[in-house]
């Protein structure tokens, strides 16, 4: 086969690749934007609901709650329906508000039934109505 025979093969060029690849970073960047201005955590009587753009609201009742586990590497509240499986709901501290304020309220409402890990030692002083550094908080429920 000659040369001129052979197929030519022709891609985009560097630019139209740079910019399809700045697009897709700038897609990913307003979708965590998004996700950052748009997640919620609702604590009601009876569930909290955990509501983030492009996921399913996470729902849990809180008699169906059997353990709570605070972990020692970052602040934050995970909650399980069965005892030995993967958190069904974790609610860390940087991406919420008001941390301390929620993670009161979340332990008001858990059943006594509850079983807590907190190797953190934290469960107390959100309890005494402070934030985990011990400052405290109002909370507005």
């Known amino acids: ?8 093969t022709y891609r985009t060029s560097r630019l139209q690749r740079g910019l399809s690849v700045l697009s897709v970073g700038a897609l990913l960047l307003l979708a965590a934007a998004g996700y950052g201005l748009r997640a919620t955590v609702q604590v009601s009587e009876t569930a909290v609901r955990k509501t983030r753009p492009l996921w399913t609201d996470n729902v849990l009742r809180f008699e169906d709650i059997q353990r709570l586990h605070l972990p020692v590497t970052t602040e934050a509240l995970w909650l399980y329906t069965e005892p030995n499986g993967s958190p069904d709901l974790s609610i860390e501290a940087q ?7 929620l993670a009161r309220r979340v332990l008001r409402r858990l059943p006594q039934h509850t079983e807590s890990q907190d190797p953190s030692g934290r469960v107390e002083g959100y309890r005494r109505g402070g934030d985990a550094t011990g400052e405290n908080q109002t909370d507005d429920g």
């Not at 086969?1 to 030519?8: E, F, Q, T």
């Not at 991406?95 to 304020?101: L, N, Q």
């Open 95 to 101: 991406s919420f508000g008001r941390f301390g304020s």
């Open 1 to 8: 086969m000659r040369a001129d025979d052979m197929p030519a």
